[in-house]
């Protein structure tokens, strides 16, 4: 069964704060996607790759980069962190449908 | 660009009722549609998907969904719910380009079943 983890689960930061939010898939798909997930939202998709050293701008880019640095592994990267980027973040990789990870709760101060 | 609208934010139904939710959309070309779940403190989960030929597609769990593009929606419907069926249920859509195309989601509806 595919199968896509996340870590941390949880993160706390400081505003201005340094933070990777990581994510592995083991399924060799070759997309794979960053959202994240506010009440009255729904998810809203951040970044996502068709490949290792592949980036596509989502929805919602500003204040996240990211980096694909293998086939299974795809990073979230937030150098300067604000409290507007407190979420719930989740990860997901593509076959014909979606297989998401557990999710990581990131909260900034 | 691809837009999907939940209307409902919130159904509470009693177990064995049936329950329906609503999911529109507007694109322009071909569309793939699909629905997940999102159990509390989970990841989504497929429940099942359309692209082309029958209207009337069946997913787990005794779902069901009904394309209609006359009407740009693409309802789920559950004939008698049972308290697991306790969930967050979004609708997503994407252009019919392959996997080029990213999921766009609805801003999900939570079903709420009543003992």
């Known amino acids: 069964e595919a199968a896509v983890t996340q870590s941390p689960r949880n993160k706390v930061t400081v505003t201005g704060g340094n933070v990777t939010l990581s994510c592995r898939q083991t399924?060799?798909?070759?997309?794979m996607y960053w959202y994240r997930q506010d009440t009255g939202h729904g998810l809203r998709l951040i970044h996502y790759?068709?490949?290792?050293?592949?980036?596509q701008i989502g929805d919602v880019p500003d204040g996240y980069k990211a980096t694909r640095t293998t086939q299974e592994d795809f990073f979230l990267l937030l150098e300067l962190a604000s409290p507007s980027q407190t979420s719930l973040y989740f990860c997901?990789?593509?076959?014909?449908?979606?297989?998401f990870g557990s999710g990581t709760r990131l909260t900034v101060l | 660009t691809q837009t999907v609208s939940q209307s409902d934010a919130h159904v509470t139904v009693f177990e064995g009722d049936s329950v329906e939710l609503r999911c529109n959309y507007s694109?322009?070309?071909?569309?793939?549609l699909s629905w997940y779940i999102q159990h509390h403190g989970r990841g989504l989960q497929f429940l099942l998907k359309?692209?082309?030929?029958?209207?009337v597609v069946q997913g787990v769990n005794g779902f069901e969904a009904e394309f209609s593009k006359s009407d740009s929606s693409f309802h789920l419907r559950k004939a008698s719910v049972h308290w697991s069926d306790s969930a967050v249920y979004f609708c997503?859509?994407?252009?019919?380009?392959?996997?080029?195309?990213?999921?766009?989601f609805g801003s999900g509806t939570k079903v709420i079943v009543l003992p």
């Open positions: 997901a990789s593509r076959a014909e449908t979606l297989y």
């Open positions: 399924n060799s798909h070759n997309y």
């Open positions: 790759s068709y490949g290792a050293g592949n980036l």
């Open positions: 694109y322009g070309g071909s569309i793939y």
């Open positions: 359309y692209y082309s030929g029958n209207p």
């Open positions: 997503a859509v994407s252009a019919q380009t392959g996997f080029a195309s990213a999921l766009t």
